[in-house]
């Protein structure tokens, strides 16, 4: 089945633990990207990748970082979290970056910092 | 920067249309996106619209899109309880391929 899987779905840690969300797709995607989502905010972009090897700031790139080692993989690493980063994340990928190209959601990963 | 902006709530009852509508700024917007997400789950594409159309339809779903007044809605046709979910507009900005701003979201509830 074609997807897009994270891990954890819920995390709850504390202040400056440093964590990692895996994100892995099955679909030979170049592009890929995480977003976290905050009530009222919709959803704002962290990081994406165009392919392997290559990374760009999102939106809201303070406090994170990623990596593109493989295709298919795509963490995105927290090194001292801070309960502002409280939020749902998600993981996306698509075909590649052309505008038409549908973007295919993970289920989210809820992560609480305390 | 670019800015998207939805209503946080609509009520409907079963079997009425439903209209979500959305508003952008950035006029050099190519694509526009409306995206489901149902409690618990990520974000799945629902339909999507070149800038270049002002319709279009796809079964129960329309889409208008007002470039003047840089105004997008979804329609729904009768609506059933299975609708009730977040719907996101999300569009592609100059040379952000598949970097998409979203809009804050609109929770959609179908009542009986």
């Known amino acids: 089945e074609a997807q897009v899987t994270q891990n954890p779905r819920y995390l709850i840690t504390v202040t400056g633990k440093k964590l990692t969300v895996t994100c892995s797709q099955n679909?030979?995607?170049?592009?890929m990207s995480w977003y976290r989502q905050d009530p009222g905010l919709g959803l704002r972009q962290i990081y994406y990748?165009?392919?392997?090897?290559?990374?760009d700031k999102g939106d809201v790139p303070e406090g994170y970082k990623v990596s593109r080692k493989e295709k298919r993989n795509f963490p995105l690493i927290l090194e001292s979290p801070s309960p502002n980063q409280t939020s749902l994340y998600f993981c996306?990928?698509?075909?590649?970056?052309?505008?038409?190209?549908?973007?295919?959601f993970g289920n989210g990963t809820r992560l609480t910092v305390t | 920067g670019e800015d998207v902006e939805q209503s946080l709530f609509l009520s409907v009852r079963e079997g009425d249309s439903s209209v979500i509508n959305c508003t952008y700024t950035d006029s050099s917007s190519t694509y526009l996106y409306w995206y489901k997400q149902e409690p618990g789950a990520g974000l799945q594409l629902l339909t999507y619209i070149f800038s270049n159309m002002d319709m279009k339809q796809d079964q129960r779903l329309t889409v208008l899109l007002n470039k003047k007044d840089k105004h997008l809605s979804l329609r729904i046709a009768d609506t059933q309880t299975g609708d009730s979910a977040i719907y996101f507009c999300a569009e592609s900005y100059t040379g952000g391929g598949n970097n998409l701003t979203f809009g804050t979201g609109t929770q959609l509830k179908v009542e009986l």
């Open positions: 996306a990928s698509s075909w590649d970056s052309l505008y038409n190209s549908p973007l295919h």
């Open positions: 679909m030979n995607h170049e592009y």
């Open positions: 990748s165009m392919n392997v090897e290559v990374t």
